[in-house]
C-alpha cells in the first residue's frame, strides 16, 4: 500500500504526515486527561470566554445593542490581539465611543479594561492558564470562567452569571461534541503518522458543505480491532448512519472491512485515487514512472464512467506485459476507485471527493500546531497534542466550493444505494 509521507525537521521533531491511519483515542479520555502541555486547545476555551466577557463589558457600558440609552455608542469591532498562554491571539474586539453631538465629531474613543487586561499577561498569566486547563479538563464550565476573569482582575459585575452561564455552555458544546446534529453525507477515513504513532481521524463533510472533525483512534497499522472501534465510536456518539453515505478511504483492507461491517450497504465507498496511482507505481521502475502516472491519470479525468474504466483494463493490459504485480495492484478494488465516475457527481464535487485531500489538507494545518512540541514522551502527550492540532485546524475549514452542488450528490447516493439494494435482492432470488 503506497503512502503519502510529508517529512518535516523542526526542533528535533520528525513529523510524516501518512496516508493510511491505525489508532485509538476516546475525547472523554482526552478531556479527563488534559493537561499543561496541551496549551492550544485550552487557547481555544480562553478565546471564547475573552470576546464574551468583552461583549458583556461593553453591554455593560453602552447598553444593549441598539437600545441607545446611554452615554456610550457602539462603534462596531476591529481585529485585535491578548495574550494567552504565552502566545499573542486574534480576537475581534468590540469598539466603543463618547456621544458627541458636536458637529463633524464622534466622540472619544471608550478603551474596555478587559482587552486592556487581557494584552498584559505579566507573572500571572501562566497560573490563570493553568486553571483555565484544570477547569476545562474538569468540566466545570462555570466555575472555570469565573475564576479566569478573576485570575486577570475583571470586575464581578461584567463576570455576571447570565455571562457566566452563556459562556460555559459554549465551552460544553466545543469539548463535547453531540454527533446526531450534524448532518452528515461523506466521511473521509485517514490518519496522521506521529513520531512512531499513528491516529486514525474521521472528518465528516455535511450536506451544507461544511466540514467537521469527528473522531480519532490511536493504533497500529492494519489493525483490524482498532479500524473497527472508529467507525463504532462515531455511531455510538449519535452520527446518523440510516442513510446512505460517500465514505472515502487510501484502500487499506482493515478499514474498508470495518466500515462495511458498521455501515452495511449504506457505505458507499470511493477509494482514493492518488493513492491507487502511488500503489502501481511502486511496483514499476522509476522510468516508467511519469509515462503510467500521466496514463492512469488522465482515465480517472474522464467524465464517462464507462470511458475511464475502459481505459483502465487498457492499461491493466500492458501493465500485465509490463510488470505483473503492477497490474495487480491496479486491478484491485479498481471499481470502488470509480465510484464519483458511478454517481455522475459534477466536477466542481469530484474534485473533492476523488481522494482523502480533504482529510490530509486539515492534517497539513495542524503542523504548525505540532512544532510547540520540543519531546514526544508518551502517547498520551501525542494524543492530546493531535487532537489540539485538529481542532485548531477546523477552525480554519471553510465550505467545501460547490456546496450547493450537495444535493446533486445526496440524490445519486440515494439512487446508487437503491441499485445496490436490488441487485442484492436480485441476486438473493
Known amino acids: 500500500m503506497g503512502k503519502k509521507k510529508v517529512a518535516r525537521e523542526n526542533n528535533g521533531i520528525k513529523l510524516m504526515i501518512n496516508g493510511m491511519p491505525d489508532g485509538a483515542f476516546d475525547m472523554e479520555g482526552l478531556m479527563n486527561s488534559l493537561r499543561v502541555e496541551m496549551r492550544s486547545l485550552a487557547v481555544s476555551a480562553g478565546t471564547v470566554m475573552i470576546e464574551a466577557i468583552m461583549e458583556s463589558e461593553s453591554e455593560q457600558l453602552a447598553g444593549r445593542r441598539y437600545s441607545r440609552k446611554t452615554d456610550v455608542d457602539r ?6 490581539y491578548v495574550l494567552l498562554g504565552g502566545q499573542k491571539v486574534r480576537v475581534r474586539r468590540p469598539r466603543l465611543r463618547t456621544k458627541d453631538k458636536s458637529e ?37 464550565y462555570a466555575r472555570t470562567v469565573e475564576e479566569f476573569g478573576d485570575g486577570y482582575g475583571i470586575s464581578k459585575s461584567v463576570i455576571s452569571r447570565k455571562m457566566v452561564e452563556a459562556t460555559a455552555g459554549k465551552l460544553k458544546e466545543l469539548y463535547e461534541r453531540d454527533l446526531s446534529r450534524l448532518d452528515i453525507c461523506v466521511l473521509v477515513l485517514d490518519g496522521i503518522h506521529v513520531s512512531e504513532t499513528v491516529q486514525i481521524v474521521a472528518l465528516g463533510v455535511e450536506t ?18 482498532v479500524c473497527k472501534e472508529l467507525p463504532e465510536d462515531i455511531q455510538t456518539r449519535g452520527l446518523q448512519t440510516d442513510r446512505p453515505m460517500l465514505v472515502l478511504l487510501d484502500g487499506a483492507k482493515a478499514l474498508r472491512s470495518a466500515v462495511e461491517e458498521t455501515f452495511g ?11 491507487k496511482r502511488r500503489n502501481v507505481l511502486q511496483h514499476l521502475p522509476k522510468r516508467y514512472h511519469a509515462e503510467y502516472d500521466r496514463k492512469i491519470s ?21 501493465l500485465d506485459r509490463l510488470n505483473q504485480s503492477a497490474a495487480n495492484s ?22 473533492h471527493f476523488f481522494s482523502t485531500n480533504l482529510i490530509e489538507s486539515a492534517f497539513s494545518q495542524g503542523v504548525s500546531v505540532m512544532q510547540n512540541v ?19 485546524a477546523e477552525k480554519k475549514f471553510g465550505k467545501i466550493t460547490g456546496f450547493k452542488s450537495m444535493n446533486v450528490m445526496v440524490a445519486a447516493l440515494d439512487e446508487e444505494y437503491r441499485r445496490r439494494t436490488l441487485d442484492t435482492k436480485q441476486l438473493a432470488a
Open 298 to 318: 488522465t482515465a480517472y479525468g474522464m467524465r464517462s464512467h464507462d470511458d475511464a474504466r475502459k481505459e483502465l483494463d487498457s492499461i491493466i493490459r500492458e
Open 208 to 225: 451544507s458543505g461544511k466540514k467537521h472533525i469527528l473522531r480519532m483512534r490511536q493504533g497500529a497499522t492494519g489493525n483490524s480491532v
Open 330 to 351: 491496479l486491478r484491485e478494488g479498481l471499481e470502488e476507485t470509480l465510484t464519483v465516475h458511478q454517481l455522475k457527481l459534477p466536477d466542481v464535487l469530484r474534485k
Open 104 to 140: 463633524g465629531s464622534c466622540g472619544q474613543e471608550v478603551s474596555l479594561t478587559g482587552y486592556d487586561e487581557f494584552q498584559n499577561e505579566g507573572a500571572r498569566g501562566e497560573s490563570v492558564f493553568n486553571r483555565l486547563v484544570a477547569g476545562v479538563s474538569s468540566r466545570n
Open 75 to 80: 462603534w462596531g469591532t476591529e481585529s485585535g
Open 265 to 275: 450497504t449504506r457505505a458507499i465507498v470511493q477509494r482514493c485515487q492518488l493513492h
Open 374 to 392: 520540543k519531546r514526544w514522551r508518551n502517547s498520551g502527550q501525542i494524543q492530546r497534542w493531535t487532537a489540539t492540532a485538529l481542532l485548531e
